[in-house]
Protein backbone atom coordinates (compact mmCIF):
# COMPACT_ATOMS: atom_id res chain seq x y z
CA UNK A 1 0.00 0.00 0.00
CA UNK A 2 1.17 3.62 -1.43
CA UNK A 3 1.35 6.42 0.90
CA UNK A 4 0.78 8.74 -2.41
CA UNK A 5 -2.57 7.10 -2.64
CA UNK A 6 -6.15 8.50 -1.74
CA UNK A 7 -9.44 7.36 -1.04
CA UNK A 8 -12.33 9.24 -2.05
CA UNK A 9 -16.09 8.88 -0.02
CA UNK A 10 -19.23 10.98 0.12
CA UNK A 11 -18.84 13.34 3.58
CA UNK A 12 -22.71 11.39 4.39
CA UNK A 13 -20.66 8.43 5.18
CA UNK A 14 -20.06 9.66 8.87
CA UNK A 15 -23.64 10.24 9.38
CA UNK A 16 -23.80 5.91 9.93
CA UNK A 17 -23.43 5.01 13.43
CA UNK A 18 -21.55 2.23 12.60
CA UNK A 19 -19.04 0.84 14.78
CA UNK A 20 -15.04 1.98 13.67
CA UNK A 21 -13.90 -1.21 12.06
CA UNK A 22 -17.40 -1.63 9.99
CA UNK A 23 -17.20 2.06 8.82
CA UNK A 24 -13.62 2.14 7.76
CA UNK A 25 -13.64 -1.07 6.04
CA UNK A 26 -16.82 0.37 4.13
CA UNK A 27 -15.27 3.14 3.45
CA UNK A 28 -12.35 1.26 2.09
CA UNK A 29 -14.32 -0.36 -0.42
CA UNK A 30 -16.18 2.06 -1.64
CA UNK A 31 -12.71 3.66 -2.54
CA UNK A 32 -11.17 0.85 -4.10
CA UNK A 33 -14.48 0.31 -6.31
CA UNK A 34 -14.59 3.85 -7.21
CA UNK A 35 -11.06 4.26 -8.02
CA UNK A 36 -11.50 1.11 -10.23
CA UNK A 37 -14.88 2.02 -12.02
CA UNK A 38 -12.81 5.41 -12.96
CA UNK A 39 -9.68 3.32 -14.21
CA UNK A 40 -12.50 1.18 -16.34
CA UNK A 41 -14.29 4.28 -18.12
CA UNK A 42 -10.72 4.83 -19.59
CA UNK A 43 -10.09 1.78 -21.25
CA UNK A 44 -11.28 0.93 -24.59
CA UNK A 45 -13.01 -2.89 -25.63
CA UNK A 46 -9.25 -4.20 -26.09
CA UNK A 47 -7.60 -2.69 -23.04
CA UNK A 48 -9.97 -4.16 -20.94
CA UNK A 49 -10.17 -7.67 -22.38
CA UNK A 50 -6.54 -7.53 -21.81
CA UNK A 51 -7.27 -7.03 -18.31
CA UNK A 52 -9.91 -9.72 -17.71
CA UNK A 53 -7.06 -12.02 -18.77
CA UNK A 54 -4.50 -10.22 -16.65
CA UNK A 55 -6.45 -10.76 -13.11
CA UNK A 56 -8.28 -14.58 -14.31
CA UNK A 57 -11.53 -13.64 -15.32
CA UNK A 58 -13.78 -14.25 -18.25
CA UNK A 59 -13.40 -11.72 -21.47
CA UNK A 60 -17.34 -11.55 -21.03
CA UNK A 61 -16.67 -9.81 -17.58
CA UNK A 62 -15.17 -6.79 -19.58
CA UNK A 63 -17.53 -4.27 -18.55
CA UNK A 64 -18.15 -6.01 -14.91
CA UNK A 65 -17.70 -4.70 -11.23
CA UNK A 66 -15.50 -7.21 -10.59
CA UNK A 67 -13.08 -5.99 -13.05
CA UNK A 68 -13.78 -2.62 -11.51
CA UNK A 69 -12.85 -3.40 -7.94
CA UNK A 70 -9.98 -5.41 -9.09
CA UNK A 71 -8.56 -2.24 -11.68
CA UNK A 72 -9.37 -0.20 -8.02
CA UNK A 73 -7.07 -2.29 -6.03
CA UNK A 74 -4.59 -2.05 -8.21
CA UNK A 75 -4.96 1.63 -8.99
CA UNK A 76 -4.96 1.64 -4.47
CA UNK A 77 -2.13 -0.19 -4.06
CA UNK A 78 -4.22 -2.48 -2.18
CA UNK A 79 -4.51 -6.22 -2.31
CA UNK A 80 -8.18 -7.52 -2.11
CA UNK A 81 -9.26 -11.61 -1.94
CA UNK A 82 -13.53 -11.51 -2.08
CA UNK A 83 -14.08 -8.47 -5.54
CA UNK A 84 -17.55 -9.25 -4.88
CA UNK A 85 -17.83 -8.29 -1.32
CA UNK A 86 -15.61 -5.21 -2.21
CA UNK A 87 -18.57 -4.10 -4.88
CA UNK A 88 -21.39 -5.34 -2.75
CA UNK A 89 -20.39 -3.04 0.00
CA UNK A 90 -19.58 -0.14 -2.62
CA UNK A 91 -23.25 -0.45 -3.81
CA UNK A 92 -24.87 -0.67 -0.18
CA UNK A 93 -22.96 2.76 0.44
CA UNK A 94 -23.94 3.86 -3.14
CA UNK A 95 -27.62 3.44 -2.43
CA UNK A 96 -27.12 5.11 1.00
CA UNK A 97 -25.92 8.31 -0.67
CA UNK A 98 -28.27 8.35 -3.10
CA UNK A 99 -31.09 8.31 -0.85
CA UNK A 100 -29.33 11.23 1.27
CA UNK A 101 -28.95 13.32 -1.93
CA UNK A 102 -32.54 13.21 -2.74
CA UNK A 103 -33.22 14.47 0.45
CA UNK A 104 -30.70 17.08 1.39
CA UNK A 105 -28.83 17.91 -2.49
CA UNK A 106 -25.64 17.69 -3.62
CA UNK A 107 -23.12 16.09 -0.49
CA UNK A 108 -19.59 17.21 -0.75
CA UNK A 109 -16.50 14.61 -1.27
CA UNK A 110 -13.78 13.97 1.16
CA UNK A 111 -10.67 12.66 0.10
CA UNK A 112 -8.54 11.42 2.10
CA UNK A 113 -4.66 8.59 1.69
CA UNK A 114 -5.17 5.34 2.19
CA UNK A 115 -2.79 4.89 4.99
CA UNK A 116 -4.76 6.83 6.98
CA UNK A 117 -7.71 4.92 6.57
CA UNK A 118 -6.19 1.53 7.24
CA UNK A 119 -4.17 3.22 10.43
CA UNK A 120 -7.68 4.22 11.89
CA UNK A 121 -9.42 0.71 11.17
CA UNK A 122 -6.76 -1.66 12.56
CA UNK A 123 -5.72 0.84 15.62
CA UNK A 124 -2.49 1.10 14.24
CA UNK A 125 -2.17 4.56 14.03
CA UNK A 126 -2.29 8.25 16.14
CA UNK A 127 -6.26 9.29 15.26
CA UNK A 128 -9.19 7.88 16.62
CA UNK A 129 -12.13 7.54 15.49
CA UNK A 130 -12.99 11.05 16.66
CA UNK A 131 -10.25 12.61 15.44
CA UNK A 132 -10.57 10.84 11.87
CA UNK A 133 -14.40 12.93 11.54
CA UNK A 134 -12.83 16.14 12.66
CA UNK A 135 -10.38 16.06 10.30
CA UNK A 136 -12.69 14.50 7.51
CA UNK A 137 -14.85 17.36 8.11
CA UNK A 138 -12.13 20.41 7.81
CA UNK A 139 -10.98 18.30 4.78
CA UNK A 140 -14.50 18.33 3.00
CA UNK A 141 -14.54 22.26 3.61
CA UNK A 142 -11.25 22.72 1.79
CA UNK A 143 -11.95 20.70 -1.34
CA UNK A 144 -9.92 21.29 -4.13
CA UNK A 145 -8.94 24.91 -2.51
CA UNK A 146 -5.67 26.09 -1.62
CA UNK A 147 -6.80 27.32 2.21
CA UNK A 148 -10.31 27.91 3.14
CA UNK A 149 -12.08 30.03 6.02
CA UNK A 150 -13.52 27.93 8.29
CA UNK A 151 -15.90 28.44 11.82
CA UNK A 152 -16.38 25.39 14.44
CA UNK A 153 -19.60 25.19 14.01
CA UNK A 154 -18.91 23.84 10.08
CA UNK A 155 -16.50 21.15 11.85
CA UNK A 156 -19.01 20.16 14.15
CA UNK A 157 -21.96 19.21 12.07
CA UNK A 158 -19.44 17.45 9.16
CA UNK A 159 -17.61 15.79 11.73
CA UNK A 160 -21.34 13.97 12.08
CA UNK A 161 -21.79 13.47 7.88
CA UNK A 162 -23.89 16.77 7.72
CA UNK A 163 -22.92 19.46 5.58
CA UNK A 164 -24.90 22.31 7.19
CA UNK A 165 -26.83 22.92 10.55
CA UNK A 166 -29.91 22.74 8.25
CA UNK A 167 -29.48 19.38 7.13
CA UNK A 168 -28.70 18.05 10.84
CA UNK A 169 -32.12 19.86 12.35
CA UNK A 170 -33.97 18.05 8.82
CA UNK A 171 -32.53 14.34 9.54
CA UNK A 172 -33.26 14.96 13.24
CA UNK A 173 -36.47 16.35 12.64
CA UNK A 174 -37.61 13.21 10.37
CA UNK A 175 -36.50 10.82 13.21
CA UNK A 176 -33.32 10.28 11.42
CA UNK A 177 -30.34 8.90 13.75
CA UNK A 178 -26.75 10.87 13.87
CA UNK A 179 -23.84 10.25 15.48
CA UNK A 180 -23.61 12.27 19.05
CA UNK A 181 -22.21 15.66 18.12
CA UNK A 182 -19.19 17.05 19.96
CA UNK A 183 -19.32 19.40 22.67
CA UNK A 184 -17.34 22.53 22.45
CA UNK A 185 -14.49 21.29 24.66
CA UNK A 186 -14.21 18.01 22.87
CA UNK A 187 -14.42 19.98 19.77
CA UNK A 188 -11.36 22.57 20.67
CA UNK A 189 -9.12 19.86 22.09
CA UNK A 190 -9.29 17.51 19.26
CA UNK A 191 -8.23 20.51 16.90
CA UNK A 192 -5.76 21.63 18.63
CA UNK A 193 -4.17 17.57 18.54
CA UNK A 194 -4.40 17.48 15.10
CA UNK A 195 -3.20 21.08 14.19
CA UNK A 196 -0.17 19.75 16.91
CA UNK A 197 0.23 16.57 14.97
CA UNK A 198 0.66 18.50 11.67
CA UNK A 199 -2.83 17.58 9.87
CA UNK A 200 -3.28 20.87 8.36
CA UNK A 201 -2.02 24.72 8.78
CA UNK A 202 -4.25 26.82 10.78
CA UNK A 203 -4.17 30.88 10.99
CA UNK A 204 -6.77 33.30 13.43
CA UNK A 205 -6.41 36.61 12.27
CA UNK A 206 -9.24 38.20 14.19
CA UNK A 207 -8.65 38.27 18.22
CA UNK A 208 -12.39 37.21 18.57
CA UNK A 209 -11.73 33.62 16.79
CA UNK A 210 -14.92 33.36 14.90
CA UNK A 211 -13.06 32.28 11.54
CA UNK A 212 -10.04 30.68 11.52
CA UNK A 213 -8.20 29.75 8.29
CA UNK A 214 -7.29 26.17 7.47
CA UNK A 215 -4.79 24.43 4.48
CA UNK A 216 -3.55 21.24 4.16
CA UNK A 217 -1.34 22.09 0.82
CA UNK A 218 0.68 25.27 2.83
CA UNK A 219 2.78 25.70 5.74
CA UNK A 220 1.73 28.34 8.83
CA UNK A 221 4.17 30.72 7.41
CA UNK A 222 2.75 30.96 3.66
CA UNK A 223 -0.85 30.64 4.97
CA UNK A 224 0.00 33.65 7.14
CA UNK A 225 1.51 35.50 3.98
CA UNK A 226 -1.59 35.07 1.93
CA UNK A 227 -4.28 36.03 4.74
CA UNK A 228 -1.91 39.28 5.44
CA UNK A 229 -2.37 39.71 1.69
CA UNK A 230 -5.96 39.24 1.27
CA UNK A 231 -6.95 41.02 4.35
CA UNK A 232 -4.88 44.36 2.77
CA UNK A 233 -4.95 43.81 -1.11
CA UNK A 234 -8.19 46.57 -1.25
CA UNK A 235 -7.19 49.18 1.00
CA UNK A 236 -3.61 48.21 -0.94
CA UNK A 237 -5.09 48.52 -4.27
CA UNK A 238 -6.83 51.77 -3.60
CA UNK A 239 -4.32 53.70 -2.12
CA UNK A 240 -2.10 53.01 -5.09
CA UNK A 241 -4.97 53.90 -7.47
CA UNK A 242 -5.39 57.31 -5.74
CA UNK A 243 -1.43 57.97 -6.05
CA UNK A 244 -1.76 57.45 -9.79
CA UNK A 245 -4.50 59.30 -10.56
CA UNK A 246 -3.05 62.09 -8.51
CA UNK A 247 -0.05 61.78 -10.52
CA UNK A 248 -1.91 61.67 -13.95
CA UNK A 249 -4.06 65.29 -13.10
CA UNK A 250 -1.07 66.88 -12.55
CA UNK A 251 0.71 65.98 -15.18
CA UNK A 252 -1.80 66.82 -17.74
CA UNK A 253 -2.13 69.86 -15.95
CA UNK A 254 1.61 70.84 -16.33
CA UNK A 255 1.57 69.39 -19.93
CA UNK A 256 -2.05 71.72 -20.75
CA UNK A 257 -0.57 74.59 -18.85
CA UNK A 258 -2.78 77.62 -17.52
CA UNK A 259 -5.02 78.62 -19.77
CA UNK A 260 -6.72 81.17 -17.66
CA UNK A 261 -3.32 83.01 -17.47
CA UNK A 262 -3.92 86.90 -17.74
CA UNK A 263 -3.73 88.25 -21.03
CA UNK A 264 -0.53 89.95 -22.50
CA UNK A 265 0.41 92.06 -25.25
CA UNK A 266 -0.19 90.38 -28.82
CA UNK A 267 -2.40 87.80 -27.33
CA UNK A 268 -5.25 86.37 -28.99
CA UNK A 269 -7.20 87.43 -25.45
CA UNK A 270 -5.85 90.85 -25.42
CA UNK A 271 -9.01 93.70 -24.96
CA UNK A 272 -6.30 95.90 -27.53
CA UNK A 273 -7.51 92.87 -30.48
CA UNK A 274 -10.65 90.96 -28.97
CA UNK A 275 -11.46 87.64 -30.83
CA UNK A 276 -14.76 87.43 -32.61
CA UNK A 277 -15.34 84.60 -31.00
CA UNK A 278 -15.60 85.13 -27.40
CA UNK A 279 -18.27 84.76 -24.89
CA UNK A 280 -19.79 86.08 -22.30
CA UNK A 281 -20.33 84.42 -19.11
CA UNK A 282 -24.23 81.79 -20.22
CA UNK A 283 -22.85 81.99 -23.60
CA UNK A 284 -22.88 79.35 -26.29
CA UNK A 285 -21.33 79.21 -29.19
CA UNK A 286 -22.68 81.36 -31.93
CA UNK A 287 -24.45 83.33 -29.44
CA UNK A 288 -22.62 86.83 -30.05
CA UNK A 289 -24.14 89.65 -27.91
CA UNK A 290 -27.02 87.55 -26.41
CA UNK A 291 -27.50 88.26 -23.14
CA UNK A 292 -27.43 85.57 -19.79
CA UNK A 293 -30.52 83.59 -20.25
CA UNK A 294 -30.84 83.89 -24.26
CA UNK A 295 -30.10 81.55 -26.61
CA UNK A 296 -29.49 82.68 -30.25
CA UNK A 297 -32.08 83.80 -32.45
CA UNK A 298 -33.91 84.88 -29.43
CA UNK A 299 -33.18 88.55 -29.92
CA UNK A 300 -35.70 90.38 -27.27
CA UNK A 301 -37.21 87.69 -25.87
CA UNK A 302 -37.13 88.11 -22.27
CA UNK A 303 -35.88 86.00 -19.92
CA UNK A 304 -37.74 82.26 -19.49
CA UNK A 305 -39.06 83.08 -23.28
CA UNK A 306 -38.03 80.96 -26.50
CA UNK A 307 -37.97 82.30 -29.33
CA UNK A 308 -41.13 83.15 -31.57
CA UNK A 309 -42.93 83.12 -27.44
CA UNK A 310 -43.84 86.79 -27.53
CA UNK A 311 -47.04 87.27 -24.95
CA UNK A 312 -47.57 84.14 -24.85
CA UNK A 313 -49.04 82.72 -21.69
CA UNK A 314 -49.03 79.04 -20.57
CA UNK A 315 -52.01 76.97 -20.82
CA UNK A 316 -54.79 77.51 -18.73
CA UNK A 317 -56.01 74.17 -17.56
CA UNK A 318 -58.99 75.28 -15.05
CA UNK A 319 -62.21 75.42 -16.98
CA UNK A 320 -62.49 79.73 -17.71
CA UNK A 321 -63.38 81.93 -15.09
CA UNK A 322 -65.64 84.40 -17.89
CA UNK A 323 -66.81 87.73 -15.88
CA UNK A 324 -68.67 90.20 -17.72
CA UNK A 325 -67.54 93.00 -19.31
CA UNK A 326 -67.39 96.25 -18.01
CA UNK A 327 -65.87 98.42 -20.95
CA UNK A 328 -68.62 100.72 -22.10
CA UNK A 329 -66.67 102.37 -24.09
CA UNK A 330 -66.95 99.11 -26.62
CA UNK A 331 -66.57 100.17 -30.30
CA UNK A 332 -70.17 100.17 -31.96
CA UNK A 333 -70.61 96.86 -34.05
CA UNK A 334 -67.89 94.67 -32.35
CA UNK A 335 -67.82 91.07 -33.38
CA UNK A 336 -67.57 88.96 -30.82
CA UNK A 337 -69.37 85.47 -29.20
CA UNK A 338 -72.24 85.40 -26.61
CA UNK A 339 -71.05 82.54 -23.59
CA UNK A 340 -73.69 81.70 -21.13
CA UNK A 341 -74.87 85.46 -21.62
CA UNK A 342 -72.05 87.33 -21.48
CA UNK A 343 -70.54 88.61 -24.06
CA UNK A 344 -66.84 87.92 -25.42
CA UNK A 345 -64.55 89.71 -27.78
CA UNK A 346 -63.21 88.34 -30.34
CA UNK A 347 -59.38 88.75 -29.18
CA UNK A 348 -60.57 87.14 -25.79
CA UNK A 349 -62.58 84.22 -27.55
CA UNK A 350 -59.75 82.83 -29.44
CA UNK A 351 -57.61 82.84 -26.27
CA UNK A 352 -59.77 80.79 -24.83
CA UNK A 353 -59.95 78.09 -27.43
CA UNK A 354 -56.53 77.94 -27.42
CA UNK A 355 -55.68 77.93 -23.57
CA UNK A 356 -58.28 74.76 -23.29
CA UNK A 357 -58.14 72.82 -26.66
CA UNK A 358 -58.94 70.03 -24.45
CA UNK A 359 -62.50 71.65 -23.38
CA UNK A 360 -63.53 72.56 -26.76
CA UNK A 361 -65.68 69.90 -27.94
CA UNK A 362 -67.35 70.65 -24.76
CA UNK A 363 -67.50 74.05 -24.66
CA UNK A 364 -67.95 74.94 -28.75
CA UNK A 365 -71.85 74.29 -28.26
CA UNK A 366 -72.33 77.26 -26.02
CA UNK A 367 -70.20 80.02 -28.17
CA UNK A 368 -72.15 81.60 -30.25
CA UNK A 369 -71.55 84.54 -32.71
CA UNK A 370 -72.65 87.96 -32.00
CA UNK A 371 -72.23 91.59 -32.53
CA UNK A 372 -72.40 94.11 -29.57
CA UNK A 373 -73.90 97.21 -30.77
CA UNK A 374 -73.85 99.66 -27.68
CA UNK A 375 -74.99 98.14 -25.08
CA UNK A 376 -77.27 95.46 -26.84
CA UNK A 377 -75.91 92.38 -28.23
CA UNK A 378 -76.80 91.08 -31.51
CA UNK A 379 -76.60 87.21 -31.58
CA UNK A 380 -76.05 85.78 -35.50
CA UNK A 381 -75.99 82.56 -35.40
CA UNK A 382 -75.03 79.33 -33.19
Known amino acids: MSDDKFFQF???????????????????????????????????VGKRREECVNHGLKVSMSNSWN????????????????????FT?????????????????????????TAIVF????????????????????????????????????IRVRAIGCKSEGVEGDELGKGGVLPPTLTDKELRGTIS????????ARVTPARHGRVTYYSNRMTETALAERIIIKRTFTAGHDNARQKITADVSKRIVEKKGDFNRTAQKGDFNSPEKPAPFLRNEGQRDGDD?????????????????REGDYNRKPPNKK????????????????AGYVFEGVFLPTLAANKIFADNPERWPEMSGKFKSARRIGESIEEIAA
Open 289 to 305: GATEGQREGDDGATEGQ
Open 193 to 200: KLHQTGWF
Open 319 to 334: PPNIKPSSDSSSPVGE
Open 119 to 154: DVRDGEGTLSLREFRVLCAIYSVIGRATYRAITARM
Open 10 to 44: PLCTLAQTLPKVELMTQIIRYGITEAGRSCLQQLD
Open 89 to 113: SHHELDRFHQAWVTRNGPDPLVRIK
Open 67 to 86: LAALLGADACSVEIADPKGV
